[in-house]
């Protein structure tokens, strides 16, 4: 089964069932004290928190490059992770928001955190989701300091089930490497909460799926920090794409994808998710 196949099944059938961590083989280790053992949490915990704190800190300075971050981020009262949803590095899933000039940017927070568990695994997945556009509904776009309607548009929507798939597959920035841009469809459209009701028809197949882009084209800003605290972290474009541009991919594969990024970045579209065009192919 290939990757994309993963994805598109991890969609359709999300299992409820928390994953379990393979045993290890056992060693022989020196005796562990509670003295001992609390210290060596406590110290592990510390760093873990700094890294965290440190890789907060990195993602907000490139942010404040590209546009204005919102102070308060799109989060849950309590994590999916803790109801049967899948599982980012930690423990904290949240969406920060970023404005610029007449688009807006809805990032994942979270998913480049270090392991809650797991010392020396680097900055988690090492990536994090974006999707930038200008068309969102008024009545959800929220003013400056105001990005809770945001969750009730399109875009939210449509980045968090993005975002679910990936924390599934455990990050895809192996995948993006060895296959360059990476294409993405979510079926059940007409069961969704807030796309079915704001997307165009054009985005919508006739056996009710959108697709999306990820990883390609390449919006006008860096998309790799190399100074996160633990190792580099990619920004990683989530661009919605048209039915009939998804039918192309569905049938020509890899060379379609390749050849789609390619007309998107001729016409001008680029990265953007702009609901008022016409399709390239």
């Known amino acids: 089964m290939n990757f994309f196949k993963k994805l598109l099944i991890s969609l359709k059938g ?3 069932q928390d994953a379990q961590p393979t ?11 509670f003295s001992n053992l609390a210290e060596s949490e406590s110290e592990s915990e ?8 440190a890789s907060q800190a990195c993602l907000d300075r490139h942010w404040g490059s590209v ?22 590095p930690s423990t904290r899933q949240a969406y920060r928001v970023i404005r610029r000039g007449d688009t807006v940017i809805i ?18 997945f090492e990536m994090e989701l974006f999707i930038e556009t200008a068309d ?4 959800v776009r929220g003013s400056l300091g105001e990005v809770d ?8 929507e449509l980045v968090e089930h993005v975002a679910k798939t990936v924390a599934d597959a455990g990050g895809i920035t192996h995948q993006l490497e060895q296959y360059g841009a990476l294409s993405l ?3 059940g459209f007409s069961l969704s909460h807030h796309m079915s009701n704001q997307l165009p028809k054009p985005f919508v197949t006739e056996d009710d799926s959108t697709g999306v882009l990820l990883g390609a084209p390449e919006p006008d800003f860096t998309t790799r920090l190399d100074d996160m605290p633990l190792s580099p972290v990619s920004l990683v474009p989530v661009v919605l794409i048209t039915a009939s541009e998804l039918e192309y991919v569905r049938a020509g594969g890899r060379v379609a994808r390749e050849d789609l990024v390619s007309r998107l970045k001729a016409a001008g579209i680029g990265h953007l998710s702009t609901l008022h065009r016409a399709s390239v192919v």
């Open 14 to 16: 999300r299992s409820t």
């Open 23 to 33: 045993p290890q083989p056992l060693e022989f280790q020196e005796p562990i004290t």
């Open 46 to 53: 510390a760093a873990n928190q700094a890294a965290r704190l």
């Open 67 to 88: 546009g204005t971050v919102e102070r308060d981020v799109l989060s849950y009262i309590i994590s999916p992770s803790f109801s049967g949803g899948p599982y980012w």
């Open 107 to 124: 990032a994942t927070e979270g998913l480049s955190d270090p392991f809650d568990d797991t010392g020396g695994m680097g900055n988690g």
């Open 136 to 139: 969102i509904p008024e009545h």
């Open 149 to 156: 309607p945001l969750k009730r548009s399109w875009a939210f």
């Open 185 to 187: 469809e979510i079926p």
